[in-house]
């Protein structure tokens, strides 16, 4: 998964300027979803909420999309190997505008059942349903 | 994608080192029940899928295009995993949120509305039709 950071890093642009950077950003999607690379890809809108605290009792407005940290949007990308995400991510065209790709592996199953190998996969309730939960989150 | 009366929403799940410190009998328990959370909101037809993402990852930045080792592991703002949720609108996406069962253990869930349109082509039209009507005046 390609995780895009620092959405607005069109500021400052011209309207030519910045024509050209999506002209260039719209043929690398292009590109890439030819070569049947992108199993999915969104932008994200500005206006999200953040929630934490038991019961989820904090909602607070965020992230601010001015920072460099936010993510603007994602594309779950199709690679044979990390270091073939890592080169789609530096032939991202923005990235000279200011922006950051963070690059994860997407996984088959949640790393806390390789940090903590007694866990049993199973859900709370429905019992009858044998241990798919987290292996179909790959699916 | 979306219909008139549905939205489709991201959860994104930070903090990844919430396991820390929890007992045997805790983590089971939690991760017990996010699976069955997982399976009951697939099940409603609300989410559309999840992942979660490995840890170690690449950040790739800057003009020189660098390439870099990160996140680092144990972040509060690390992103651990992501629900696509398709839902009738924000309230209940953030309802949805609030069910999350990490978060009495320290995990925060942003929750973003995924867009039609990319914000900066939204900025670059509304930014072309300002200077079109400046132009006609």
């Known amino acids: ?139 | 994608m979306s219909t008139t009366t549905k939205s489709d929403y991201l959860l994104l799940f930070r903090g990844n080192a919430w396991d820390r410190g929890l007992s045997p009998a805790q983590l089971q328990k939690v991760v017990s029940d996010w699976m069955a959370w997982f399976e009951r909101l697939k099940a409603e037809g609300k989410c559309a899928g999840g992942h979660p993402l490995e840890e170690q990852g690449k950040v790739v930045s800057g003009k020189r295009r660098t390439v870099a080792d990160g996140p680092f592991a144990e972040s509060k703002e690390a992103i651990g995993g992501y629900f696509y949720l398709t839902v009738a609108d924000e309230n209940e996406a953030i309802e949805i949120a609030k069910q999350c069962p990490g978060l009495e253990y320290g995990s925060v869930v942003e929750v973003r509305p995924v867009a039609e349109i990319c914000s900066v082509k939204q900025r670059a039209e509304e930014y072309s039709k300002r200077e079109l009507a400046a132009a006609r005046a």
């Open chain 1, 1 to 139: 998964m390609l995780l895009f950071r620092g959405p607005q890093w069109d500021r400052g642009l011209s309207t030519d300027e910045l024509q050209q950077v999506m002209d260039k950003v719209i043929t690398w999607f292009e590109g890439l979803n030819e070569r049947g690379k992108i199993k999915g890809a969104q932008p994200l809108g500005g206006h999200g909420r953040m929630i934490s605290g038991t019961d989820g009792r904090l909602v607070v407005d965020g992230p601010f999309t001015e920072t460099k940290e936010a993510v603007g949007g994602y594309l779950v990308l199709q690679a044979d190997s990390l270091n073939e995400a890592v080169e789609v991510a530096r032939s991202m065209p923005t990235l000279r505008h200011g922006i950051s790709v963070e690059v994860r592996p997407i996984l088959a199953e949640c790393p806390i059942f390789q940090r903590h190998p007694e866990l049993v996969r199973r859900p709370t309730k429905d019992a009858t349903r044998a241990e798919p939960a987290l292996t179909e989150m790959a699916a």
